[in-house]
């Protein structure tokens, strides 16, 4: 597949986007080259900013089956991945399969299930398959989670344990809009009190999985040139030294920057990844996997302080 007819079919993909969800361009911009890129979003923002609605219309625009788990306190692993019930009509087990079956898995509020619940998608969002009562069962290759955590309240929320978060390609911070998009936003939203039907806004498939598949496979082929491997390697490395960091990046985050800024240079309609597309994606691919010092945090140093601190000294390729 040729960058011209991806990245034509990608505007229309954005362009329909932009007819539902409203001013987040930077959040569906690194939603596609995670899709692109087989890796997995988490959305942290105030309620009312879409993050649900937006996973939502990315499903419907690509003809993606698309399921939705209410994380709480009460849910169970077997909820999530399945079980094995008893037929007494054949005398066997059959298997009941779980909403992670499924090519996007919207996880709501993430944090407010127990670390127990919480590692029942460990094993698909790094393997594409999940293991009931030692049988192994395969979730698809476009399984992809794009979950959701509200950063305000703590209270009955368990934090995502680094082992997990390490498993999201990107953390993204879904902002308040602008004025004027929100002016827009409430022009179009605004005459019901509830979440809109995206029957209502006629919205078509765009593309559909072999789209996708063409796409990830056009992505793989994006030139990443040694000099760009060692500027990756040296972002991650630097970032175990830092003296702010108890833990740094780890080698499957490098891996993981690598990949997305292949994705990210094919978006943009190179077929080469340049050191921009690296420090673009460094803050979103690298700041959930670092543990601050409690030093650093004293000193009011954040996460994405050190990020571009380690950017900045790192020497970029020519």
């Known amino acids: 597949m040729e ?3 991806i990245q034509e079919t990608v505007g229309r993909l954005r362009e329909q986007i932009r007819r539902v969800v409203v001013g ?3 959040v569906v911009n690194l ?3 995670a899709l ?3 890796g997995h979003v988490l959305l942290e923002g105030v309620p009312g900013t879409a993050k649900t609605l937006l996973a939502r219309t990315f499903a419907a625009s690509l003809a993606l089956d698309f399921k939705r788990i209410q994380f709480t306190p009460d849910l169970m692993p077997g909820d999530v991945i399945g079980t094995n019930l008893f037929n007494f009509q054949t005398n066997e087990f059959m298997l009941k399969r779980g909403p992670i079956f499924t090519q996007i898995l919207l996880a ?3 944090n407010r299930t127990p670390p127990k619940t919480q590692a029942a998608l460990l094993e698909a969002m790094q393997e594409r398959s999940v293991t009931i009562d030692g049988t192994s069962y395969e979730v698809g290759g476009h399984f992809t989670v794009i979950a959701t955590q509200n950063p305000v309240e703590q209270e009955g929320t368990y934090p995502l344990p680094e082992a997990q978060l390490d498993r999201f390609l990107f953390k993204v911070t879904v902002s308040y809009p602008t004025r004027e998009h929100e002016l827009a936003l409430v022009k179009l939203h605004g005459g019901r009190s509830t979440m809109p039907r995206l029957e209502s806004f006629e919205l078509e498939p765009v593309a559909d999985g072999a ?5 990830r496979a056009r992505v793989e082929e994006v030139l990443l040139s040694d000099e760009i491997v060692e500027y990756i390697v040296d972002i991650a490395r630097s970032t175990r030294d830092h003296s702010s960091l108890l833990c740094g990046a780890s080698p499957r985050a490098a891996s993981m920057l690598a990949s997305a800024s292949r994705a990210y240079a094919l978006l943009s309609g190179r077929d080469f990844v340049i050191p921009d597309d690296v420090k673009r994606l460094a803050r979103p691919a690298l700041e959930h996997r670092l543990v601050l010092a409690p030093g650093a945090e004293v000193e009011g140093r954040t996460r994405s302080d050190v990020i571009q601190q380690v950017v900045t000294q790192v020497a970029a390729p020519r």
């Open 211 to 215: 789209f996708l598949d063409a796409a």
């Open 36 to 38: 692109f890129s087989e």
């Open 24 to 26: 987040q361009d930077h």
């Open 108 to 110: 709501d509020e993430i």
């Open 31 to 33: 939603v596609l080259v």
């Open 3 to 5: 960058i011209a007819e």
